[in-house]
């Protein structure tokens, strides 16, 4: 049984049915109903019915002229035409079958070869009826649908008139009711009933010209919409933004659904036209909605028009694209290549008119990324990475065949564009484009938070930013993603020597961290990402799917399902593979039953899944670390100083043998990567307090492990690449490709002489780092980078293992057992304190309120000594890091200060006029206390005004607070929840105090500086003292953009 979309009965009609399951009545195409009307009807009824299905044709229409001008009838006519219409209804509903193939007949033959029949006049006037007459026509349609004659010639009839009909329904002639879809459509409403039948639709691809009938009408709906001749699209057209041009959308998505209507598209030399049809389509609506940063003033009003361009390319154009892939598997390998061949000419063409050439060097285009506008909507690029990717897997098919570049830059000019989309997603993150409006930060979320967008763009944009990293050099793709991201500043050029080492580039902003930490996860997750080249079974994509959805969270049975792609949702094996990966929550109370990721699945975790949304990364990451924290106790290894904090080294996935997309980590094997390891490395290791976030930090560590893990993969016929990993790790001192490409074995490491590394080389600076208390969490994962760099060479492993230990596995254990020392030490602290504060209390009040201290210092010596440990008044715990302080409260290099809340009042100045004997006057009320003590806390502006600072006595670091402050405004521009969401602005320094989630808005220091001493303290305090809490808001300044 063959399904479709309907809604009328196919029985007997064997293009949607199996014949074996036709009914007693519906016997196929060969039976003909009319021949079971009762005798004495069959002489008159076909004359009758002819009769009167013409009366109907004239009435709507009245002569074949007036026909083919479409004129609009008078309402008479239009009545007289609605009442016949529902007599020949129920005489077909009253006889049967036979009255309904004799009304078909009536319907379909015309009186000579040169006149049209009444159908074909009928649908071509069908918008110029009025809403009852057309009402009625239509639901006649329906119920004559059932017979297989009126089927293909109404299907035949609509193909003929349809770029007329949908010409007047796009130039705004519709039904009454435009609110009503269908209704303002017309006849054209019918397509899925009829481009959803398989085998009538092939025979009307193939003798009806259908694909070239609604390609072409597509292009002329668009047309007034396109400003210049090769687009791009106007999107404030009411075309764009009415949608007329959806229905031709959806039709072509009918007839493509089947897979030798698709095959026909792409390689039928009868459909040429059409095939070229198509790509223009694509061409006209790439590169739409592009926009520049705003740079100087915000936008005044924040416009919609970005879901317009949404619609039209991800929600209608794409899903069609998308279909062209099982037509493809049908054809031959010539014919796909020659099918490849065609959208690589498009976007040549393309490529052409839109990239500027640059006049010197390397690169493939002149981009500047802090003011050239960028662009979310690539479907030529998406659509050519389709094609590509299924040809080179279901025909094997190479990559450089199928693309046709024999040496030149195309593979490069091809990745250019999905590169930028990865820029402006990083941007946007930084807060660069917040002059812009939110609707930017929407786009971005879309793209990377829906699962069909990431199926039909992200997915391809990673897939072309692959094929450019396989058939180019290495260098000149990481080459790309520097300029792209504009950090070529941020490491030397290559060829060129810095004067000294101590000077890296990094340290412009904290957007510049971020922006070298994007394009680090990017060029990571292009070289270990499978998904994208369908380099993985259906069943491996599917479980790899359902474990990532797990660790964000627990699912229900159905969501689980949502968080998969279509496609995969619906596998066979579904049930199995969730079940393989998950326990059962029974359902209790309310809570449904839902579905947890096993503990032993936690090992497939991958921090660099391309399809997380930022959030739900974040949530993930959360969760892992809560998993490896539960572990560790379960062990027998509990404690704070124990806890994970360094996510999973990224791993590539699996390839099947002999794909060239397994040397995808060829890409991180190059100078220019190196380089940037050295800078971030170097401010870790030796640069000041906040020059390299942990995360920066952890993504470089990754990168070592990854490239040192895939060393045999290194490109070694580019000359100005390092000729071994452990060479160039071990002798980078100046991040130059010259110096780099001196160094060889023999000169490092000449015989009989022991090999030391530059003091300021990668591995040397990895090495301190592992040994540093900066980033105490990620020590054990620099240590092992490492040793993976180590176990490349003999020497450069003697190295390290002088420094670490015989084996990464000792410094493990060893530092697994300082930690845990440590928070022993600790535990046992916090519990002498509480047994002394136990003591003091129960001294205090052992005889009552009135029991006294100690009357004389000896008294006071004395009960210090007989006291183990005695609490001061300066003895802090940081709530961020759980440091202590110990003596004094705070120094010039770790200021602390207490979580607190300043606000205006009137409190002092009050205070000081009752001192003087002068109260202030309050309100005449009757509650005059309670108007006291509103005038008494009330905020106030002008010399009286004071400040009220209230603590919740919980202290921190002064650093902790700036990047637990900056963490709150990034997860704020990313749209993620945080703490004190609904009732904090962090426009003006609030947040919650990650204690006891009081709400605060400064730092009140705590400084034993007596004023002689260093004044770098008080210059500090005055630096982290938030006043602009207690200014007036108009002066204060907002949240940076």
Not at 180 to 204: A, K, M, Y
Not at 276 to 285: E, P, Q, W, Y
Not at 965 to 978: G, I, K, M, P, W
Request: hydrophobic letters at 40%; one cysteine or more.
């Amino acid at each position: 049984m063959v399904t479709t979309g309907g809604g009328c009965c196919d029985c007997g009609d064997p293009a949607a049915w199996n014949s074996k399951g036709f009914c007693k009545r519906h016997k196929g195409p060969t039976d003909d109903p009319s021949l079971y009307l009762p005798p004495r009807l069959k002489p008159t009824i076909a004359a009758a019915l002819t009769e009167v299905v013409v009366r109907l044709a004239h009435l709507l229409a009245p002569t074949q002229e007036a026909a083919a001008a479409a004129p609009v009838p008078s309402a008479e006519d239009a009545a007289a035409a609605a009442m016949i219409t529902e007599r020949i209804r129920g005489l077909c509903k009253d006889l049967g079958d036979g009255v309904t193939r004799a009304v078909s007949r009536a319907f379909c033959e015309s009186d000579s070869d040169t006149s049209p029949s009444p159908l074909s006049a009928l649908v071509r006037a069908d918008l110029h009826y009025p809403q009852a007459a057309r009402t009625a026509l239509h639901a006649l349609y329906f119920l004559l649908l059932s017979d297989q004659v009126f089927k293909e010639a109404l299907a035949r009839r609509m193909i003929e008139h349809y770029s007329v009909v949908y010409a007047e329904y796009a130039a705004g002639l519709r039904g009454e009711d435009e609110e009503q879809e269908d209704d303002g459509c017309g006849v054209l409403s019918f397509s899925v009933q009829l481009f959803t039948v398989r085998g009538l639709t092939h025979c009307l691809v193939d003798s009806a010209a259908l694909l070239e009938t609604l390609t072409g009408s597509a292009l002329a709906c668009l047309a007034p919409a396109v400003r210049m001749p090769d687009g791009p699209l106007d999107l404030a057209h009411d075309v764009i933004k009415r949608r007329h041009y959806w229905r031709v959308f959806h039709d072509l998505r009918y007839v493509l659904q089947q897979a030798d209507c698709a095959a026909a598209l792409l390689f039928d030399e009868a459909r040429a036209g059409a095939r070229a049809a198509f790509l223009r389509l694509a061409s006209i609506i790439q590169g739409i909605d592009a926009a520049p940063r705003e740079l100087v003033t915000h936008v005044p009003f924040a416009s919609s028009t970005w879901t317009y361009a949404f619609q039209i390319v991800t929600f209608d154009f794409m899903p069609a694209a998308a279909l062209l892939l099982p037509g493809l598997h049908a054809g031959t390998q010539a014919q796909a290549l020659a099918a490849c061949g065609a959208a690589v000419s498009a976007l040549r063409s393309w490529l052409d008119r839109v990239l500027v050439p640059p006049q010197v060097g390397d690169d493939v285009c002149v981009f500047d990324p802090l003011r050239d506008p960028f662009t979310f909507h690539l479907p030529l690029h998406r659509t050519l990475a389709i094609l590509v990717r299924g040809a080179h897997t279901h025909q094997g098919l190479g990559i450089t065949d199928l693309l046709g570049c024999g040496g030149d830059d195309f593979p490069l000019r091809l990745a250019e564009h999905p590169l930028r989309i990865l820029v402006l997603l990083s941007q946007i993150r930084c807060g660069m484009w917040a002059r812009n409006g939110e609707g930017v930060q929407q786009q971005a979320h879309f793209y990377r938070a829906s699962i069909n967008s990431y199926e039909l763009c992200l997915s391809s944009d990673l897939f072309c930013l692959q094929v450019a990293a396989l058939l180019c050099p290495a260098s000149r793709v990481v080459s790309s993603f520097l300029r792209c991201f504009a950090l070529s500043a941020c490491i030397a050029v290559h060829g060129q020597k810095r004067a000294s080492p101590s000077a890296p580039g990094l340290e412009d902003s904290e957007r510049r961290l971020r922006l070298v930490e994007d394009c680090l996860w990017w060029l990571l997750a292009a070289a270990c990402e499978r998904d994208t080249c369908d380099c993985m079974t259906d069943v491996l994509r599917l479980r790899r799917c359902i474990v990532h959805a797990l660790c964000v969270a627990d699912l229900t049975y159905s969501q689980a399902a949502k968080a998969a792609p279509n496609a995969l949702a619906k596998h066979p094996k579904y049930d199995e593979v969730l079940h393989e990966v998950s326990n059962v929550i029974p359902a209790t109370g309310m809570e449904p039953e839902k579905y947890q990721l096993k503990p032993e699945c936690w090992a497939e975790y991958d921090p660099y899944y391309t399809r997380y949304h930022p959030a739900d990364a974040a949530r993930s990451e959360e969760r892992y670390f809560q998993q490896a924290d539960a572990r560790r106790r379960a062990a027998g290894g509990g404690g704070v100083g124990q806890r994970q904090r360094t996510p999973p080294a990224p791993r590539p996935g699996p390839a099947p043998a002999g794909s060239p997309f397994a040397a995808l980590p060829r890409l991180l094997h190059t100078h220019l990567l190196h380089s940037l390891a050295w800078v971030v490395l170097y401010n870790a290791a030796r640069g000041a307090v906040g020059e390299v976030s942990e995360r920066l930090v952890v993504l470089v560590i990754h990168y070592l492990t990854l490239a040192a893990e895939t060393h045999e993969l290194r490109d070694r016929s580019e000359k100005t690449d390092t000729p071994g990993l452990h060479v160039g790790l071990a002798g980078l001192h100046f991040p130059s490709g010259s110096d780099l490409a001196a160094n060889t074995r023999a000169e490092l490491s000449p015989p009989g002489v022991d090999f030391t590394p530059e003091p300021a080389s990668v591995l040397s600076l990895l090495v301190e780092l592992s040994c540093s208390t900066r980033f105490a969490e990620q020590a054990v994962a620099a240590a092992a980078a490492a040793l993976a760099i180590g176990r490349l060479d003999p020497v450069c492993k003697a190295y390290v293992d002088a420094r670490l230990g015989a084996s990464g596995a000792q410094r493990t254990a060893e530092g697994r057992t300082r930690r845990l020392a440590d928070s022993r030490r600790k535990q046992q602290e916090i519990m002498r304190k509480f047994a002394a504060q136990q003591r003091e209390f129960a001294r205090l009040h052992a005889s009552g309120e009135d029991a006294a201290a100690p009357a004389t210092a000896a008294e006071a010596a004395a009960a210090s000594d007989t006291a183990e440990y005695t609490v001061t008044d300066t003895d802090y715990v940081c709530v961020m890091c759980r440091e202590h302080v110990m003596g004094p409260a705070t120094s010039p290099q770790k200021p602390v200060g207490f979580i607190a809340y300043a606000q205006r009042t009137s409190l002092l100045a009050v205070a000081g006029a009752v001192a003087a004997g002068a109260p202030p006057e309050t309100p005449a009320e009757d509650n005059e206390a309670a108007a006291a003590e509103r005038e008494l806390l009330r905020p106030v502006d002008g010399p009286a005004a004071g400040i009220f600072v209230t603590c919740c006595s919980h202290a921190i670091h002064v650093d902790c607070y700036a990047s637990y402050f900056d963490s709150l405004v990034t997860r704020q521009a990313n749209r993620e929840e945080f703490e004190g969401r609904l009732f904090v602005d962090l426009r003006y320094g609030e947040f919650c105090c990650p204690a006891c989630r009081r709400i605060a808005n400064c730092i009140l220091p705590l400084t034993t500086d007596d004023g002689n001493g260093d004044a770098g303290v008080a210059e500090k305090v005055r630096e982290i003292m938030s006043f602009h809490v207690i200014l007036p808001r108009s002066e204060q300044q907002t949240i940076p953009n």
